[in-house]
Structure formats: structure tokens, C-alpha cells
């Protein structure tokens, strides 16, 4: 058990849809990181939060947005869905920013649009 | 760009064989580098890394080497188990300020008893 939380496991909806993902991180952890795992694509990333704050873009479609709240949990928005979103949505944390520290991961969320 | 290139197999291999999967990476500055591994169903979970070159990590029996002059973190261990099947994935932690991990597009290992 990575202690990170991810829910919920599986969400199915349609095309045009908005979801939420959520995310608590391992207790006492500062950053938050979102990645999507697709069959094509491998594994992404799309944000990192430290501390509530935005640190990090990496492949991020404008239609996706994530925030952290003052609790540290993370949520990620995906707007407009479309057949290609489908993919493993993991939530990473770690104690601090710099990338000598290990991210820990958790169990993902998998995201089926039809 | 950072990038990482690993075998993406399967890697089919009998209980007790040597195993080695090659990963390579291509990154400014100094990276630090990390295996994780991914079990049907389940996150990634760090297998081990090295911070730095000529660091070895290693972890229940895995061992990987930081080579800064061929820019290569190969993973190795001396005698696989039914158990160990599964996901292995390497990465790349840029050197400095906040980003994200990159990843190689992992390699399914297959252990057969």
C-alpha cells in the first residue's frame, strides 16, 4: 500500500462529458503529480502541485485542469471528453519538489468513454 | 527533450534465469533515475534508484548502476521468480527544479515456472 488514494477506480460516462478525478496523497507529503497511462502514448505527465500551488506542466490538453486544496488532496477536471481520453489516470506524490525524491503512485483511476 | 528508452519485450524467461533489461536515457544536466514496477491492477512502486553517476541501487535482489558514459541504468537480477512477472518501467527525474517523470514505455517480464 502506497498510501496515496485514488478515486474512483473505474468511471465510464460518454463523449462531451466532464469528470472529476481525486487524489489524496501519503500523509505528510507536499507535491502531487498526475499522469496518464494509455496504450499509445505510454505514461505522461500531466501536472505536478507543491503545497497548493501549480509547479509543473507537462502534456496537458487544454480541456484538463487540476487544483490541490489546502488538505493536500488533488482533483483532477477532464472537460469535453473524447474517445481518446480513455486511459489509467495515476496520481503520484512525494515529499518534497526536486526529482531525486521518489514518487509514490497510486492504484489509478481507469477512465472509459464511450 | 528528456527521453528514455527501454525494451519493450515481452521478456519471456524461466524461474531461476539471469535477467537484464537495458534502459537508456537521453537528459540535460544530471538527472536521477528510478525503476518502478507494475503489478496486473495495481500503481507503479519504486523498485530502487540512483541519484547520481556510478550510484548503484538495489532492491529486493534488482540491481541498476548509473552510467553516466553510456547513459545507461540497466536493471539486473541473478535469479527471477514466478513472482517477479511484470511491468518494470525506467524513468528519469530532471536535475533542479520541479517537473515530472519521465518514462520509458516499460517492458513486460514473464517468469515461467
Known amino acids: 500500500d502506497s498510501g496515496v488514494t485514488q478515486t474512483p477506480k473505474h468511471l465510464i460516462t460518454a463523449t462531451g462529458q466532464r469528470v472529476t478525478l481525486r487524489c489524496s496523497p501519503r500523509s505528510g507529503d507536499l507535491s502531487v503529480y498526475w499522469y496518464q497511462q494509455s496504450l499509445d502514448q505510454g505514461l505522461q505527465f500531466l501536472i505536478q502541485y507543491y503545497n497548493g500551488e501549480e509547479r509543473a506542466k507537462g502534456n496537458i490538453l487544454e480541456r484538463f485542469s487540476a487544483q490541490q486544496f489546502p488538505d493536500l488532496h488533488s482533483e483532477l477536471n477532464l472537460s469535453s471528453l473524447e474517445l481518446g481520453d480513455s486511459a489509467l489516470y495515476f496520481c503520484a506524490s512525494s515529499v518534497g519538489q526536486g526529482m531525486n525524491q521518489p514518487q509514490h503512485f497510486g492504484d489509478g483511476t481507469r477512465l472509459s468513454i464511450l | 527533450g528528456n527521453s528514455v528508452t527501454q525494451m519493450e519485450g515481452p521478456v519471456t524467461l524461466s524461474e531461476e534465469a539471469f535477467l537484464t533489461i537495458n534502459c537508456t536515457y537521453t537528459?540535460?544536466?544530471?538527472?536521477?533515475l528510478f525503476w518502478y514496477v507494475q503489478y496486473p491492477g495495481e500503481g507503479l512502486q519504486l523498485l530502487l534508484k540512483a541519484t547520481k553517476a556510478d550510484d548503484k541501487g538495489s532492491n529486493k535482489g534488482f540491481e541498476a548502476t548509473y552510467r553516466k558514459e553510456t547513459t545507461s541504468f540497466h536493471l539486473e537480477k541473478g535469479s527471477v521468480q514466478v513472482s517477479d512477472s511484470a511491468v518494470y518501467f525506467c524513468a528519469l527525474g530532471a536535475g533542479g527544479g520541479a517537473d515530472g517523470l519521465t518514462f520509458g514505455k516499460g517492458t513486460h517480464l514473464i517468469i515461467q515456472p
Open positions: 537528459a540535460t544536466g544530471y538527472p536521477s
